[in-house]
C-alpha cells in the first residue's frame, strides 16, 4: 500500500458503501424515523408524500428491513429502525460539521433562542447560571420551560421543541443521551408549635404514622411512588393527605398542617419558611434525588447546545459525574 493512502480507502467494502450511498435519503430517512410519519415527514422537508415513500421503499430495500410498520392508526419503528435512528443522526450531524466547521462556535457570536426543559428545584439551584450565561453568550436567550409529562420528552426533544431536559432521572430515557449531574437526599419539614424543640431526626415508624404532602411538580407522582415503595419494603404504609406542585408552597401548607413533606435538601435551605416550620433529617434512607439532563442526539453536535450542557454540568455537575456524550 503506497505510504501516502489513506487506510480507509484501501478498504473496498468502505469504498463501494460510500460510493453508492444516498446522503439525501438518509436525511429522508432519519426525519421518517423521528416522527414515524410520511406526511409530516414531507411537511418539514417540503417534499411531496410519493416522493417520501419512495425514498422510504428505496430505504427498506437497502437495509433489508421494512423499518417503520403499522400499528392500529399509527407507524412505530421496528428494531432495524430503532438501531439506524441514532447512527443515521449521528452520521448527518458529523456531515453537517465538515462543511460548516467554523460556524458560531464562539459564546459570544450566539444569537438565539433556547429553551430548556427544567423542574423547579432545578430552576432554584441555576439561579447563579443565568447571569453568567448573560455575561458569557449576551446574544442568547434562555427560555426555562417546565418539565414535561415523560410519554412525549422523546418527540418534543427529537423535533427541537427543547433543547435539553434537566430533572429527575427516570426509567424511560433509554432512546435519549444522558449526563448525570448531581445526587441529593432529603429532609423533611414539619410543624414545630412555639416553645416545643424539634426533634433530633424522624424515625421511619414516626415518619409513616403522620400524613403526608407528596409534591410532584410533574404530576406523574414519581418520587411518591418510591417512597411507598420504601414504605411497603419495610413493612410500613403512609397516608398521602395530599399532592402539590411546587415545593416553595410546602412549607406554607406544612405550617397550617399537621402533614410532613420531603424537600430536597439544598432546596430546604433556600425555602422562606414560617417560623414554627422546621427541617427536620430522617433517621432512615429515603429515596435519592438523582437529576440528570438529557437530549436528543440531533443537538448532540450542536455548537450552542454543547457549550449549554458544559455550563449546565459546571454549575450543578458533582466532580465525579460522568457523561454518555456531552
Request: some cysteine.
Amino acid at each position: 500500500m503506497p505510504a501516502d493512502t489513506h487506510p480507509f480507502v484501501n478498504t473496498r467494502n468502505h469504498i463501494h458503501r460510500l460510493r453508492n450511498a444516498d446522503l439525501n435519503g438518509l436525511l429522508v430517512l432519519s426525519v421518517l424515523l423521528t416522527t414515524c410519519g410520511v406526511s409530516r415527514t414531507a411537511a418539514q422537508l417540503s417534499l411531496s408524500q410519493p416522493a417520501v415513500s419512495r425514498v422510504l421503499e428505496r430505504m427498506r430495500r437497502q437495509f433489508d428491513d421494512a423499518l417503520l410498520v403499522r400499528s392500529g392508526n399509527r407507524m412505530v419503528l421496528t428494531p432495524k429502525g430503532r438501531q439506524l435512528l441514532p447512527l443515521v443522526e449521528d452520521f448527518l450531524q458529523s456531515a453537517a460539521q465538515v462543511v460548516a466547521p467554523d460556524a458560531g462556535t464562539s459564546p459570544e457570536s450566539f444569537d438565539r433562542e433556547v429553551s430548556i426543559g427544567c423542574s423547579e428545584y432545578v430552576q432554584i439551584r441555576i439561579a447563579g447560571l443565568l447571569p453568567r450565561l448573560r455575561q458569557l453568550a449576551p446574544g442568547l436567550q434562555v427560555n426555562l420551560l417546565p418539565m414535561l409529562p415523560t410519554e412525549i420528552v422523546h418527540d418534543v426533544l427529537a423535533a427541537g421543541q427543547i433543547d435539553l431536559m434537566v430533572g429527575m432521572m427516570t426509567d424511560v430515557l433509554g432512546l435519549l443521551r444522558i449526563e448525570h449531574l448531581y445526587s441529593e437526599p432529603f429532609v423533611c419539614l414539619m410543624k414545630v408549635p412555639p416553645g416545643q424543640m424539634p426533634p433530633a431526626g424522624l424515625s421511619f415508624n414516626a415518619f409513616c404514622q403522620r400524613p403526608h404532602l407528596d409534591v410532584s411538580p410533574t404530576g406523574r407522582r414519581i418520587l411518591g411512588a418510591r417512597i411507598d415503595s420504601l414504605a411497603r419494603q419495610q413493612g410500613g404504609m403512609r397516608t398521602v393527605a395530599a399532592t402539590i406542585s411546587s415545593f416553595v408552597a410546602a412549607p406554607h401548607i406544612v405550617a397550617d398542617t399537621d402533614m410532613v413533606c420531603l424537600v430536597p435538601q439544598r432546596i430546604a435551605q433556600r425555602l422562606q419558611c414560617p417560623p414554627d416550620v422546621k427541617i427536620v433529617d430522617l433517621l432512615f434512607t429515603p429515596p435519592t434525588l438523582e437529576i440528570v439532563m438529557y437530549w436528543h442526539n440531533v443537538t448532540q453536535a450542536d455548537p450552542v447546545c454543547r457549550w449549554l450542557r458544559q455550563q449546565f454540568a459546571l454549575a450543578l455537575g458533582e466532580p465525579s459525574a460522568g457523561a454518555s456524550g456531552r
